[in-house]
């Protein structure tokens, strides 16, 4: 059985000559290995990362497949670095075909950013916004936008008032609720682009539980050792599966005008009922642009129902 993901995705003869792809936190894990799948499928893709020497590496393998790759060092914990991120691609190319917004991880301390933020809400749902913002009037008309959430949301609720303060989440908390965050924040930008009349998609996916993506070194130990151990163990998620779930939202036909949905398996799934809570997007959206001191981007939908 392959194991590359353009394979597992089904996407193998689709041609990505000419898109311009950008996939956060692709130095490691899922998204170095669906920024390679793109590279072999013809795209020029904007590695992005905290890691220098990994950036660099991964630009090189693409470059050997013909793909004119850059990579584009950020911390997402920093509202500038974000920034300066958005204004090197639009800077650097003519437009962007495919925003993969897959940086973040689960991080064991309750720390805050310097924008007072907790550090996992901040790192994993709102840079992926405020980058989305930047770049909303540089993609293009087609373009598609795919966010890397977690089955981990499951049981978590919004709670907006523990993202600051000295009552913040921490550890896995924090986490399923910035994966949450994640869709709330895919559903409501899909709602609103096609109030825009955008022609543009928006989803967001679970990649699975996926060991040898670094994921566990968040974890107390002795967690790490024995998540990466699983991976040699039939029938747990892949790097390259979860690469795949990226590739299948976000370049395949069958996938093309789907939009406001969260993927698993390659299939639209129901997320939890907290997940699908319109009033509860649309805080989140508020709160976020907020947190930012930026305007809300694009236009509200007109209801709940929308």
């Given at each position: 059985?392959?194991?590359?993901?353009?394979?597992?995705?089904?996407?193998?003869?689709?041609?990505?000559?000419?898109?311009?792809?950008?996939?956060?936190?692709?130095?490691?894990?899922?998204?170095?290995?669906?920024a390679?799948?793109?590279?072999?499928?013809?795209?020029?893709?904007?590695?992005?990362?905290r890691?220098?020497?990994?950036?660099?590496?991964?630009?090189?393998?693409?470059?050997?497949?013909?793909?004119?790759?850059m990579?584009?060092?950020?911390?997402?914990?920093?509202?500038?670095a974000?920034?300066?991120?958005?204004?090197?691609?639009?800077?650097?190319?003519?437009?962007?075909?495919?925003?993969?917004?897959?940086?973040?991880?689960l991080?064991?301390?309750?720390?805050?950013?310097?924008?007072?933020?907790?550090?996992t809400?901040?790192?994993?749902?709102?840079?992926?916004?405020?980058?989305?913002?930047?770049?909303?009037?540089?993609?293009?008309?087609?373009?598609?936008?795919?966010?890397?959430?977690?089955?981990?949301?499951?049981?978590?609720s919004?709670?907006?008032?523990?993202?600051?303060?000295?009552?913040?989440?921490?550890?896995?908390?924090?986490?399923?609720?910035?994966?949450?965050?994640?869709?709330?924040?895919s559903?409501?930008?899909?709602?609103?682009?096609?109030?825009?009349?955008?022609?543009?998609?928006?989803?967001?996916i679970?990649?699975?539980?996926?060991?040898?993506?670094?994921?566990?070194?968040?974890?107390?130990?002795?967690?790490?050792?024995?998540?990466?151990?699983?991976?040699?163990?039939?029938?747990?998620?892949?790097?390259?599966?979860?690469?795949?779930?990226?590739?299948?939202?976000?370049?395949?036909?069958?996938?093309?005008?789907?939009?406001?949905?969260?993927?698993?398996?390659?299939?639209?799934?129901?997320?939890?009922?907290?997940?699908?809570?319109?009033?509860?997007?649309?805080r989140?959206?508020?709160?976020?642009?907020?947190?930012?001191?930026?305007p809300?981007p694009?236009?509200?939908?007109?209801?709940?129902?929308?």
């Amino acid at each position: 059985m392959s194991s590359l993901p353009e394979e597992l995705a089904g996407v193998s003869t689709v041609d990505c000559t000419d898109m311009h792809v950008l996939i956060t936190g692709s130095t490691s894990g899922i998204g170095r290995s669906a920024a390679l799948a793109l590279g072999r499928l013809g795209a020029d893709v904007i590695v992005h990362g905290r890691d220098s020497n990994a950036g660099v590496e991964v630009v090189d393998k693409l470059s050997e497949e013909g793909s004119d790759a850059m990579f584009v060092e950020a911390d997402f914990a920093s509202v500038a670095a974000v920034t300066e991120l958005a204004t090197t691609v639009r800077e650097e190319t003519d437009g962007l075909d495919l925003l993969i917004n897959n940086a973040g991880g689960l991080f064991r301390s309750n720390a805050v950013t310097d924008a007072g933020i907790e550090y996992t809400f901040h790192v994993n749902h709102l840079s992926p916004y405020l980058l989305t913002a930047e770049l909303l009037n540089h993609l293009t008309d087609d373009a598609r936008i795919v966010t890397t959430a977690s089955g981990a949301h499951r049981g978590a609720s919004l709670q907006l008032d523990r993202i600051q303060g000295d009552h913040r989440l921490s550890g896995m908390r924090a986490y399923s609720h910035s994966k949450l965050a994640n869709i709330l924040f895919s559903s409501e930008l899909a709602r609103r682009l096609a109030v825009g009349n955008h022609n543009i998609t928006a989803n967001s996916i679970h990649p699975g539980a996926i060991p040898g993506t670094g994921f566990s070194r968040f974890l107390p130990k002795p967690l790490p050792a024995l998540v990466e151990r699983l991976d040699t163990v039939p029938g747990v998620t892949a790097v390259a599966d979860g690469a795949a779930e990226l590739l299948f939202v976000g370049v395949s036909p069958r996938t093309a005008e789907i939009s406001g949905r969260y993927f698993a398996g390659q299939r639209p799934r129901s997320p939890s009922d907290a997940a699908m809570d319109h009033d509860a997007a649309k805080r989140l959206w508020s709160k976020s642009a907020a947190l930012l001191e930026i305007p809300e981007p694009l236009a509200p939908p007109t209801s709940t129902n929308d």
